[in-house]
């Protein structure tokens, strides 16, 4: 029963809550729709209800994992038709995601970052010696060409050769018109759906067989190539496990390319966009990375962990634009919510992080850029599991750490470099494809 729960005021007889909605900016019009409703909210689409939850007090009590589980939802759900039993996609109670947990876990503890770390810096040299050229570039799809190039190469020792290219490799154009797909699949009405639902379905599986392609490329090279030579990666862990089996270890590697890549190409850009707007945080993070990186051509390992401003700057990228905006949580046994909404086992809602991290109740000025929220004394202070832009719990992103030293030793180079000057015409523009990116953001680029 949600009838306690506040909902749109223009509530369609039998449509439900479609005003002001768009297949293309779901995120964003449930925030705006949300905003004014409190902690949690309905939206009615044709004769499904959505619970949101916009709040950081529900959300935390959602983090409670003897109460709530992850669950999948809407266009997660839909990307099983992608990723299968692959850890992001699998039901809590499939055998194979805890299979596959633990075959994978230690491939994402320190000493495994510290091993990736050469890589790392290879890639990040890749993308300096693009935009040593200078003039102008597009942020979105040179993040996206370095975090899938460290991800194919890190993971499975597979090259993209992202910087090499002049159009992004066919993986991300199948990739986003995969994802584009799936989301609009969730909000789309059964006519529109039949009247232009073929072309796009066909679409979508050919995009679908075109990323299962590359991942049998990859996983031949590798068979052909035998283990790689210094330490195991993600696709020698699976391939010597014996505990995987080879549907599995597929759905594994497509997710891994996808989820390894999309979300922090996302980060990055975001975080560039508000560096290209705050030139006293870009100045602090400079004589930061001044003082720890001090003339080396290239930083060790250690250098990018120190590097804890500009980890604040993603951190607080993170906050307002969570490039993975939103996952569900379900009742494990009958329970109350918040002390007043009562949820049978099995039932579920939609924690949409951007409102969430927006929640003035614990974020003073919530649209205000500052990395400074993000220092220890704000964090001490600060309400537990109200910041959650990994998720949270058992499920939550086994490569949280992997992203942030990507991201941190890339953002470190990128401030160190250049000279970064935005379009001053330019607004924010989000464009949503299951995860969160700016759009049309360009900065121009000169060495300092
Ligand atoms: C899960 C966000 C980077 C691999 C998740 C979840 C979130 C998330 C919110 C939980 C989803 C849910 O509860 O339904 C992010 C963000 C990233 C990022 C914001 C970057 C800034 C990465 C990277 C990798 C990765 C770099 C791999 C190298 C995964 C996997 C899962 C996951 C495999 C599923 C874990 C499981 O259920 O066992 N991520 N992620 N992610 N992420 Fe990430």
Redesign the pocket.
């Known amino acids: 029963d949600t009838s306690a729960i506040p909902h749109p005021r223009w509530r369609v007889p039998l449509i439900g809550d479609v005003i002001g909605t768009s297949r293309r900016t779901p995120v964003q019009d449930t925030m705006r729709q949300g905003r004014d409703l409190g902690p949690i909210f309905s939206r009615r689409f044709l004769d499904r209800e959505i619970v949101f939850i916009g709040g950081a007090h529900l959300t935390a009590e959602l983090s409670d994992e003897k109460r709530f589980a ?1 669950h999948l939802a809407l266009g ?1 759900e839909e990307l099983r038709v992608i990723g299968g039993d692959g ?2 996609t ?1 039901y809590n109670e499939e055998p194979n ?1 805890r299979a596959a ?1 633990d075959v994978l876990m230690p491939a994402f503890t320190q000493s495994a970052m510290r091993a990736y770390h050469p890589a790392m810096v290879d890639v990040v040299g890749e993308l300096v010696g693009k935009w040593d050229r200078g003039g102008v570039v597009d942020v979105s799809a040179d993040m996206t060409n370095l975090t899938l190039e460290t ?1 194919g190469r890190v ?1 499975f020792g597979y090259p993209f050769d992202s910087f090499r290219r002049e159009q992004a490799h066919p993986f991300v154009r199948a990739m986003m018109g995969s994802l584009r797909h799936a989301q609009r699949k969730s909000f789309q009405f059964p006519l529109a759906a039949k009247l232009f639902g073929r072309a796009a379905e066909e679409r979508y599986r050919a995009d679908v067989a075109y990323l299962a392609e590359v991942v049998d490329e990859v996983i031949r090279a590798r068979v052909a190539s035998g283990p790689s030579a210094d330490r195991p990666d993600l696709l020698d862990l699976m391939l010597a496990s014996g505990a995987l089996d080879e549907v599995n270890v597929r759905n594994q590697v497509i ?2 390319l996808i ?3 999309e ?2 190409s996302g ?1 990055l850009s975001f975080a560039l966009y508000y560096l290209s707007r705050n030139p006293a945080v870009v100045e602090k993070a400079r004589a930061e990375i001044d003082a720890v990186w001090g003339e080396a051509e290239a930083p060790a390992f250690e250098q990018v962990t120190k590097l804890r401003y500009v980890r604040r700057i993603l951190d607080e990228a ?1 906050r307002l634009w ?3 905006p939103g ?2 949580r379900e009742a494990r046994t009958d329970t109350v919510l918040g002390a007043r909404y009562p949820m049978r086992a099995g039932q579920w809602a939609l924690v949409l992080l951007p409102l969430v991290h927006r929640d003035p109740t614990v974020w003073p000025e919530p649209e205000r850029f500052d990395p400074d929220r993000f220092a220890p004394e704000a964090v001490r202070a600060r309400a537990g599991h109200v910041y959650k ?4 719990g058992e ?6 750490q ?2 942030l030293h ?2 941190t030793l890339a953002l470190g180079s990128v401030l160190r470099r250049y000279e970064l000057t935005p379009d001053p015409e330019y607004r924010l523009r989000v464009v949503e494809m299951l995860t969160l990116k700016p759009e049309g953001f360009r900065l121009t680029v000169r060495r300092r």
């Open positions: 992850k997660v850890l992001f699998a995601w947990h991800i993971g997710t891994f989820a390894g890549h979300t922090t980060a993170l969570p490039t993975a996952y569900a832009p990994f998720g949270t499920r939550a992103c086994i490569g949280r992997f992203a990507e991201a």
